[in-house]
């Protein structure tokens, strides 16, 4: 197949161009709104970024159809929570009427949402049917793209994820290194419980789903297996590195957050496990080869 990937510059984006190289039997068309940030001068023909802005239906057509484009996999997304409450109609833009763009233009389509979509308040593991109840501008953008999708290509793929990291790009886990190298102790939230996803892992899960024998379109959840909180997840990345810093749990309410997060955000992955027979790694063990990337 012709695989389109856009927003090739971020996490996943970058992930997925890695893990390319051990499926050949593709030829990939990477894009990103602008160039990377390193240049990609070193990288294979095949590598490099193309300029295309998801945004512009007309241009994204005849990129779409000029590369004669088989699948697309939309790793592009709005993702900072906070500036989305300051700018929805940006994040919208984005996150649900560029996700339109996609999903009309007759290709099969992975879509990547997030765990944003629901309330955030249960104590379940949230599965894929159960009722979507957004409380910001990010997760309200992102369920409008993932329904926007499904109303014009009712044969695409959603995969939802959570607490994503990677050595590439901004994450939490490069955060708390830096600050763990920086100061004496670190004060971390210890009353939002989720798990951490490892880009990586989420991008063999979408060559699962590309490579499986049968198409099989759908909502699903994907993160890596286990359950923590923002403190536990800090503890372990700095004892993992081996960085000698203070971690002190405290509550949401003495933190000052400009917009709300989720308290309890766990995916049910039964679903995909079932569906494409894939393994997926505890959230520590994604986090030890992470880590082993040189972050």
């Not at 800090?234 to 590195?241: D, G, K, N, P, S």
Request: charged share 20%; net charge negative.
């Amino acid at each position: 197949m012709n695989i389109l990937i856009t927003g090739a510059n971020g996490q996943l984006g970058n992930e997925m161009r890695d893990l390319s190289v051990q499926h050949p039997s593709h030829t990939y068309f990477f894009s990103d709104i602008t160039e990377p940030a390193a240049s990609s001068a070193s990288q294979p023909v095949s590598l490099v970024t193309h300029i295309l802005d998801i945004t512009d239906r007309a241009a994204l057509e005849a990129f779409v159809g000029a590369n004669k484009i088989d699948l697309i996999v939309n790793c592009a997304a709005y993702t900072n929570v906070d500036k989305a409450e300051e700018d929805e109609a940006t994040a919208r833009l984005i996150n649900a009427l560029a996700v339109e763009n996609i999903g009309s233009l007759g290709t099969k389509v992975i879509h990547i949402s997030t765990d944003y979509v629901f309330l955030g308040e249960g104590s379940v593991p949230c599965k894929e049917s159960d009722p979507v109840n957004p409380q910001t501008a990010y997760g309200r953008t992102k369920l409008e793209g993932e329904q926007r999708l499904l109303a014009v290509n009712p044969e695409a793929v959603i995969l939802r994820t959570a607490w994503l990291y990677s050595p590439y790009g901004n994450n939490f886990v490069k955060t708390m290194l830096r600050l763990g190298k920086e100061r004496d102790e670190l004060r971390v939230v210890n009353d939002q419980i989720g798990t951490p996803t490892y880009a990586a892992d989420l991008a063999a899960a979408i060559f699962a789903v590309i490579e499986a024998s049968v198409w099989q379109a759908g909502i699903y959840h994907f993160t890596n297996e286990g359950v923590c909180s923002w403190y536990d997840f800090t503890v372990e990345i700095l004892r993992q590195a081996g960085v000698e810093c203070q971690v002190t749990p405290i509550l949401s309410s003495e933190y000052q957050y400009k917009t709300p997060r989720p308290h309890y955000s766990v995916l049910d992955k039964t679903k995909i496990k079932t569906t494409f027979g894939i393994t997926i790694p505890e959230w520590e063990d994604g986090l030890k080869r992470c880590l082993m990337c040189n972050m």
